[in-house]
């Protein structure tokens, strides 16, 4: 099972909106609607921000958002905040009870 | 409340095992086992559900993992054997949420930090 495709990086100044990409195959992203989302500043356990593609736990902001086309998913995150810099992982559901995480994404607050 | 309690950091010999313990509070849903290698990403290893017993693991792991519950003490096991130096990193444990697909890593353990020398 290969990892999801994400970009390294992606930067945005405060108050910008940024998006963040997920590209799988048709085996996991595009077979389910089972993406999921981790923020993980550095040194931190990761901290789940979206799941099942577009929901958001409790206390999570609503600046955090998700979708998805086909093989693709995506984190948007509006109104960027220096807080925001991180690093950032999707995740989908790859059949018989397996998970793959993506590439791992750096947020950088200009 | 729930929470997820790793035991401690470990320093092994390549060739060596290692095991890995996660004590869970509150509820009784699928573990899974991630790990991140030094400034590298995270990568699903495999998982169980603890009252099923059946874990699945990812095929590189196949064969080297193996993870394991106990009931009795709440607490879920990750052993990996025939360690190389490239099996250094931080090991997680992780439960699922409650709502929706079940297929999401809701909560999460501080990580054991693991490291493979000669």
């Known amino acids: 099972q290969s990892a999801l495709t994400q970009p390294r990086s992606v930067s945005g100044s405060p108050g910008q909106s940024v998006a963040i990409s997920c590209t799988g195959t048709?085996?996991?992203?595009?077979?389910?609607?089972?993406v999921s989302w981790y923020q993980q500043h550095p040194g931190k356990v990761p901290k789940l921000i979206i799941y099942?593609?577009?929901r958001r736990p409790s206390g999570v902001p609503d600046r955090f958002s998700g979708s998805q086309s086909g093989n693709t998913a995506s984190l948007t995150i509006s109104g960027l905040q220096t807080d925001d810099e991180a690093d950032y992982y999707c995740c989908s559901n790859a059949g018989s009870s397996r998970s793959v995480f993506g590439t791992g994404t750096k947020v950088t607050v200009l | 409340q729930v929470q997820l309690v790793q035991s401690g950091a470990e320093v092994k010999k390549p060739g060596s095992s290692v095991k890995v313990s996660c004590k869970i509070s509150?509820?009784?849903?699928?573990i899974g086992w991630i790990r991140q290698a030094p400034g590298q990403g995270l990568e699903w290893m495999g998982r169980?559900?603890?009252?099923?017993?059946?874990?699945s693991y990812a095929e590189k792991y196949q064969g080297r993992l193996t993870i394991t519950a106990d009931m009795s003490s709440s607490t879920v096991y990750m052993q990996l054997n025939s360690l190389r130096s490239d099996d250094s990193a931080v090991y997680y444990c992780?439960?699922?949420?409650?709502?929706?697909?079940?297929?999401?890593?809701?909560?999460w353990g501080q990580g054991t930090l693991v490291s493979v020398s000669s």
């Open positions: 169980i559900i603890p009252f099923a017993g059946t874990p």
């Open positions: 048709n085996g996991d992203v595009g077979g389910h609607d089972y």
């Open positions: 992780a439960r699922v949420g409650s709502t929706g697909s079940y297929l999401f890593f809701a909560y």
């Open positions: 509150g509820g009784n849903y699928a």
């Open positions: 099942d593609v577009t």
